[in-house]
C-alpha cells in the first residue's frame, strides 16, 4: 500500500492568484504554473479536509477551520471551493480517491474470490489502524452524522458505501463459483463483513487491541472451505 | 414497548439544597413543589439532549442549543447542570436509562438463552426502527465522535457499549450450556450480532427497507439450532 504522505502532493505556496499574474515571463509558463500552484493548493485543502471530517465529522469542515488548518486565506479557500457543500462533497470525492488507491487498487494485483477478497480486507484494516485519515474510517465517522440527513452529501456517502459492499459481493460470488468457499447469500455476507470491519474500525479507536484478531476471525467464520475434490 | 414519555423517571432536584432551607412558609409543601419543578425541568432538557446528541452529536449539546430548543433560559440550563462536559455526561445517562427500559427490561421476562436473546434483538431493532431516540442509535452517533478522543465521554460510552455486548454474550452462554445452539465463541458471536444491528441502524436510516429482514437472517445464521436428541 502507497503511504498517504507519499502519494501527497508538495505543499505550495498559498500566494493569490493575481500577484502571479503581474510577474513578468513567458505567458505559456505563467499560466502552467499558475494552474500547478492551483492544484497544489487545492490538494493541501482537501488532505486537511478529509483529516478533519473523519475526526470530528464534515459539517466541521469550513472555510475559516482550513484556513486555519492550512495558513491559506480564507478567501482562497473560498475561491477554490465556492460553497461549504462543494467543498464537503469534494472531500467526500476525494476520501474515496485515497481508499481506491490504498484499498482497492492493490487488491487488484490479486486473482479474483478469496484471495482478492482476503486482501481487500487485509487492506481494509491497514487502512483504519495506520491510519489513512487521522480519525480512522471516514465512512464510519461520516454515515453517523449523515445517515439522518437527507441531501447530496449522505448519497454521495451511501453511495460509495454501496460501492464497496457490491465489491466485496462480487469476490465472495467469484470464491463460490470457484467452490473455494461453501455455498452462501454474497449480499448477506458483504454486508456482514462489512459490519465487522466497521465494528472493528471503533474499537480500534477505542484501543481495544484483540479487534484485528476477532475480525479476522469471524471472516474465517464466514469463508468456509469446501474440500478439494 | 412502552413510549418515551411515558418511562421517563423522575430526576433528583436541580436547585442548591441551602437556597430551599432559607424559604418561609409550609416548608415541606414548598419544597417538594420546587424539587417537583426543578426535576421535570432537568428532565425537559435531558429528553432534548439525549434527541440533539443521536441526530448532531454530544458535542451539538450546549446551554444555548437547549435553551433554544426548550424554552427555558440559558443560565436556568447552566444552573442545572454547571458545565457542558457535566450536562454532556448526564445525557449519556439518560440515554443508557431509556435504553435498558425499552430494550432491556422487557426481555427480562423472557427465559434465559435463545429466547431472551432473540427478544432483546428484536427490542433493539424497534429502539432505532421506531426510534426511540431522533437520530436512532445514540451510540452509533455518538461512539463514531468520540472514538477518537480520549476522555470522561469517550469512558462512559466505551463502558455502556461494553454492557450491551457482554449481556449479549451471557445469553449466548445460556444458549449454549441449555444446547439451545451449536457450541460457539460467545464473545466472538456478541460482537458479530453487534456490529450487524449497529449497520442495520444505519442501513435504516437511509431508508434501506430490507435492513431488519437482513439482520434477522444474519442473526438466525449465528444461532444454529442443535438437533433435539
Not at 466541521?60 to 491559506?72: C, D, E, N, Q, Y
Not at 491497514?126 to 465517522?141: I, N, Q, S, T
Request: hydrophobic share 45%.
Amino acid at each position: 500500500m502507497i503511504g498517504r504522505m507519499q502519494i501527497r502532493p508538495q505543499q505550495g505556496p498559498a500566494q493569490p492568484a493575481d500577484s502571479v499574474a503581474l510577474l513578468p515571463g513567458h505567458q505559456g509558463e505563467i499560466t502552467d504554473k499558475r494552474l500547478l500552484r492551483g492544484a497544489r493548493t487545492r490538494q493541501i485543502v482537501l488532505c486537511q479536509a478529509v483529516d478533519i471530517a473523519s475526526l470530528d465529522g464534515l459539517e466541521a469542515v469550513s472555510f475559516g477551520r482550513l484556513a486555519t488548518a492550512t495558513g491559506i486565506s480564507k478567501a482562497g479557500v473560498q475561491t477554490l471551493f465556492r460553497t461549504k457543500e462543494a467543498l464537503q462533497l469534494t472531500a467526500v470525492g476525494y476520501a474515496r480517491e485515497l481508499f481506491t488507491e490504498a484499498v482497492v487498487a492493490p487488491a487488484r494485483l490479486v486473482a479474483h474470490g478469496v484471495a482478492r477478497l482476503r486482501a481487500l480486507i487485509e487492506n481494509w484494516i491497514v487502512y483504519v489502524e495506520r491510519p489513512l485519515f487521522a480519525g480512522g474510517c471516514f465512512w464510519v465517522a461520516n454515515l453517523a452524522d449523515y445517515d439522518s440527513r437527507p441531501g447530496p452529501i449522505r448519497d454521495a456517502l451511501k453511495h460509495q458505501q454501496q460501492e464497496w459492499t457490491t465489491l466485496l459481493a462480487a469476490e465472495l460470488r467469484h470464491a463460490v463459483t470457484a467452490k473455494e468457499i461453501r455455498e452462501l447469500d454474497v449480499e448477506l455476507a458483504a454486508f456482514q463483513i462489512d459490519a465487522v470491519l466497521r465494528a472493528t474500525n471503533t474499537a480500534l479507536r477505542m484501543g481495544d487491541d484483540d479487534a484485528v484478531v476477532r475480525a479476522h476471525r469471524i471472516v474465517d467464520g464466514i469463508l468456509v472451505p469446501l474440500p478439494r475434490e
